[in-house]
């Protein structure tokens, strides 16, 4: 299947920071990705669609100002945390669709 | 999208077969049914789809019921690398569409030695 990549694996973060994660589609390219978050023993969340050359859609109650999501080429999207909190920790994952929808392998963020 | 019911858990011995039933009563007529499955601490991974004929590939077949209102995943051989969290998910089919994946609380499976 499809490979999907993301960076960093982890990151620990103090409060007040910015972090940003990078999702690519290795092998393909992604008009579409997708942006979710989970939290331990909960299920997947979908936070955001992202496309190529557009705003993202956020689902309802997710904040777009501060989940900023750029998708500026078929390969790529960024989700940057914007002063992120404790509140914020969380398993961060993306996918993206080439006919299926695939997986990356999630970001961990641990904020401080 | 359809709306989907699965146990909150199960338990399969080591080399059975691992059965995993979904429900899904309001599926519409142009909804597939996927499968998805997550390992601990690991994004999910794609294992197998179908509209209403039964599918089977190298990870997996899936039997869907005439009406459409259930399935079940069946991993013919289950191995202790198979333990994870397994979602049904029903979605509208294909690249042009901006059907999401909607993830329900999944079935934990839990393959013993």
């Known amino acids: 299947g499809a490979v999907v990549s993301q960076h960093p694996s982890w990151v620990i973060c103090k409060s007040g920071t910015s972090v940003k994660i990078e999702c690519r589609s290795l092998d393909f390219q992604a008009t579409t990705m997708f942006w979710y978050r989970q939290f331990p023993k909960q299920s997947l969340m979908l936070m955001a669609t992202s496309n190529e050359g557009s705003k993202a859609t956020y689902e309802q109650g997710v904040e777009k100002d501060k989940f900023l999501i750029n998708h500026a080429s078929l390969t790529l999207s960024t989700l940057t945390v914007t002063s992120a909190h404790p509140e914020d920790s969380s398993f961060y994952i993306c996918s993206a669709r080439e006919g299926e929808q695939y997986f990356g392998p999630g970001t961990r963020l641990t904020v401080l | 999208d359809a709306k989907t019911t699965q146990p909150t858990s199960m338990d399969c011995a080591e080399g059975r077969a691992a059965n995993l039933p979904c429900n899904h009563s309001?599926?519409?007529?142009?909804?597939?049914v996927y499968w998805y499955r997550q390992i601990h601490s690991q994004g999910p991974q794609y294992i197998i789809h179908?509209?209403?004929n039964n599918e089977t590939n190298e990870m997996a077949s899936l039997i869907i019921t005439e009406d459409r209102k259930s399935s079940t995943l069946i991993l013919p051989h289950a191995t202790l690398r198979d333990t994870a969290v397994y979602y049904c998910?029903?979605?509208?089919?294909?690249?042009?569409?901006?059907?999401?994946?909607?993830f329900g609380q999944g079935t934990t499976l839990q393959v013993k030695p």
């Open positions: 998910i029903v979605r509208v089919h294909g690249s042009s569409n901006t059907g999401k994946l909607i």
């Open positions: 309001t599926i519409s007529g142009n909804e597939y």
């Open positions: 179908g509209l209403k």
